[in-house]
């Protein structure tokens, strides 16, 4: 009889150490995939600030509202051309995914794991940026970049960029669509927009900010 009352003692006691552990591979592996998007964003921010020699702004992790919720965007990039509307992937091992399919897979050391096609996740995007600003002869450009060393197993889609790729493709020949003025109204109805900023977008502000400020030292010019 004692030896059961132990064993009926210590299931529970099991049962709780096993949910901790769940919780806390849960949390750790939700930590790791945080990292790794604030850490591509960051990489993009970066690569545009410090190579984009145009006049713009870049405005970052900004979260719109929607009819049916909100929108979060990692960068909207306003420039002479026009806008660009960029979702960020920071992944290791292989990718595989095509325009037309609603999932792509993740393959990293013989683990598979799928997320929604990056191109129609931003095209959601571009509806609620285009809902914000009501201004349709803007032209808005939809890009997705990935900045991680994952390499594609199928054929990329002119729209899906490596980050070594990116610059290269903001400075393809392209007419001027807007003016300072038009580039400044953007960028007020975005600001007037976005959903108040939290510490965690605090740190992207700033360089919308350093980016503001070098489009006021290109007009001195």
């Known amino acids: ?56 702004v870049l405005i970052n992790n900004i979260t719109l509202p929607t009819p049916d919720g909100t929108s979060q965007i990692d960068h909207i990039l306003v420039c002479r051309a026009g806008v660009y509307v960029i979702e960020t992937k920071h992944y290791q091992g292989w990718i595989f995914g095509e325009a037309g399919q609603s999932r792509w897979m993740h393959v990293l050391y013989r683990r598979k794991s799928q997320f929604q096609n990056p191109l129609r996740q931003n095209q959601g995007h571009v509806r609620a940026l285009k809902s914000c600003l009501k201004m349709p002869g803007v032209p808005i450009t939809s890009l997705v970049v990935f900045t991680g060393t994952a390499k594609f197993q199928t054929p990329r889609d002119p729209a899906v960029l490596l980050l070594n790729e990116l610059i290269p493709r903001l400075l393809q020949s392209q007419p001027s669509a807007l003016d300072e003025t038009q580039m400044a109204g953007i960028v007020g109805r975005i600001e007037m927009a976005r959903r108040r900023r939290s510490l965690e977008t605090d740190e992207y502000h700033l360089s919308f900010v350093r980016s503001r400020m070098k489009a006021y030292r290109y007009r001195g010019r």
């Open 1 to 56: 009889m004692p030896v059961m009352g132990h064993a009926s003692a210590t299931a529970p006691l099991l049962t709780l150490a096993a949910l901790a552990i769940g919780l806390l591979l849960g949390f750790l592996l939700r930590r790791q995939t945080c990292i790794a998007a604030s850490k591509g964003e960051a990489l993009v921010a970066n690569e545009i600030e410090a190579k984009f020699r145009q006049l713009h």
